[in-house]
């Protein structure tokens, strides 16, 4: 089992920054990739980011050059959030891959509202 906490969303105007965290606990020895998915009010989850064990990122076309994946140790993800828009409001999850299984956390909501 893999837990995951997420922190740092919230309420910020159009053109503002976030950053989100995510730590992983528990059987964390068999992730190799990390990530953060986003479920807009009424409309499918869909990858945000995500970063493999040795490095390599992919973003959704609409984040790129604004948002930034990073990872840390113990098993740690980050979102920084940049230029961000309203149609960047979204409940942001975060999500670990191990063989055959995937983890997610409860979400945090990042709401983008003047």
């Known amino acids: 089992q893999v837990q995951l906490v997420e922190s740092g969303g919230g309420l910020v105007q159009p053109g503002g920054s976030l950053r989100l965290s995510c730590a992983a606990s528990?059987?964390?020895?068999?992730?190799?990739?990390m990530g953060w998915y986003r479920q807009p009010p009424g409309k499918q989850r869909e990858l945000v980011a995500d970063?493999?064990?040795?490095?390599?990122t992919n973003y959704a076309d609409s984040v790129k050059g604004r948002f930034t994946i990073s990872r840390d140790n113990p098993p740690m993800v980050y979102l920084q959030m940049n230029s961000l828009k309203p149609e960047d409001t979204a409940v942001y999850y975060c999500n670990a891959a191990v063989p055959l299984y995937a983890y997610w956390g409860q979400g945090t909501q990042v709401t983008v509202s003047s």
């Open positions: 528990g059987n964390i020895f068999n992730i190799y990739r």
């Open positions: 970063i493999f064990n040795g490095g390599s």
